[in-house]
């Protein structure tokens, strides 16, 4: 039996043995435009149908986690930040929430009204990055323009209120960083009503498609039990059925209040493949743009108060340990923090969503054709830096 191995981009090694058959090994990547991360695939093809297919993961590794044992707890929001950078705001959510949770603190309730909210918009912006893109890479360009028009819009009020379009650095341990601008939640209302207006786009261009459809539908099929299996979460292991958000199992910020149990809704599928991926990702944006407006009627009705507590200039938490999680835009990102008295983490584990998700390929992929590859690939939705850490 005889490989033959084929690259694309760099990485590619020639791999022979004794004499027989040949079988294809093709390299897809490591490749990235703007390098800010990449992703491998090695791929064993018998003619056009791939055979296995691993991963290759760690081009990209920064080796967050140890850096977050050497800056104090301020410091690594500043980390937490960037793993996935189209859920910059969740991300440092997700680590403030576990110091506060360590020490014990409870932040003022206005503070908890805007996390709320900036989650819902940040996840808003993380889905219409993929809900342009995933066509584009399927040869439709003209959704992506609809897709960067409406996150401007909403780039706009966060950029207003954090003065960072892309690394927000808002969140603070015990609250935010400052109050909101004069009149910026009726520029936020108006700015949700746009892009809900402009939502329909994706209805009839994409989902209104047939060669879309015919790309798409029954192809890159994962079952419940796999995605149970892997670990995968958020949209793509929904879409295969599994019930899991966490805003609703194990309510943090204010998803377990009153106002917004009765707009969250968990969207699901049972087919599993790319179409039903898509539509759950299309469906989900449009109720955080509900829980948004939910955050603002909550809002409107609040007295002015602060929105954080005051610090110890040197911050130490507690010996101890904690684990906080949260539904990111991408699924479950969760922070193990170890403590023991100082102003820096002992250990600060990161579970990132895209890690586990991006696994689920070597189960995907096998006996799927290699035009299909790409369809497949689109619709995981992942962010290699997510995975890389």
């Known amino acids: 039996m005889r490989e033959t191995t084929v690259g694309i981009g760099a990485g590619a090694e020639n791999v022979t043995g004794g004499a027989g058959g040949t079988d294809m090994v093709l390299n897809i990547g490591p490749q990235h435009p703007a390098t800010h991360g990449v992703l491998r695939l090695r791929l064993v093809l018998d003619g056009e149908r791939i055979v296995s297919a691993e991963p290759v993961i760690g081009y990209m590794h920064r080796g967050a986690e140890k850096l977050f044992e050497a800056r104090d707890y301020r410091q690594i929001i500043m980390l937490a930040n960037r793993h996935d950078w189209l859920s910059a705001f969740s991300n440092e959510l997700g680590v403030v929430l576990g110091v506060e949770r360590m020490l014990g603190m409870e932040v003022p309730e206005r503070a908890v009204w805007i996390r709320t909210l900036l989650a819902e918009l940040n996840r808003v912006l993380n889905h219409l ?172 009705l609040l007295a002015p108060g602060p929105v954080n507590l005051r610090l110890p200039k040197v911050l130490k938490a507690p010996e101890g340990s904690t684990y906080a999680w949260t539904e990111n835009p991408l699924g479950v990102n969760g922070y193990y923090l170890v403590s023991r008295g100082d102003k820096t983490p002992w250990r600060l584990k990161l579970r990132s969503a895209s890690f586990n998700n991006i696994q689920t390929l070597t189960e995907l992929l096998p006996g799927t054709l290699v035009a299909d590859m790409v369809a497949i690939l689109g619709s995981m939705f992942f962010v290699v830096g997510d995975i890389d850490k």
């Open 129 to 300: 990055m993929f809900l342009g893109s995933y066509p584009l890479e399927l040869g439709g360009i003209t959704p992506i323009f609809h897709a960067f028009t409406s996150r401007e819009d909403l780039q706009h009020v966060l950029e207003e209120a954090s003065g960072g379009r892309m690394h927000y650095m808002f969140n603070r341990v015990g609250g935010l960083k400052e109050d909101l601008p004069a009149g910026w939640l009726g520029r936020v209302r108006a700015a949700v009503a746009v892009v809900r207006s402009q939502l329909p786009v994706f209805e009839d261009l994409v989902l209104g498609n047939e060669i879309f459809r015919a790309r798409t539908a029954g192809v890159g099929v994962l079952t419940r039990a796999q995605a149970e299996a892997y670990g995968a979460s958020g949209p793509i292991a929904r879409a295969s059925g599994l019930d899991l958000d966490l805003r609703r199992d194990e309510p943090y910020l204010a998803y377990g209040s009153e106002e917004l149990r009765q707009v969250l809704t968990v969207v699901t599928r049972e087919e599993g493949d790319c179409l039903a991926r898509f539509e759950c990702l299309l469906e989900q944006t449009v109720n955080a743009l509900d829980l948004a407006d939910a955050c603002l009627d909550k809002l409107a």
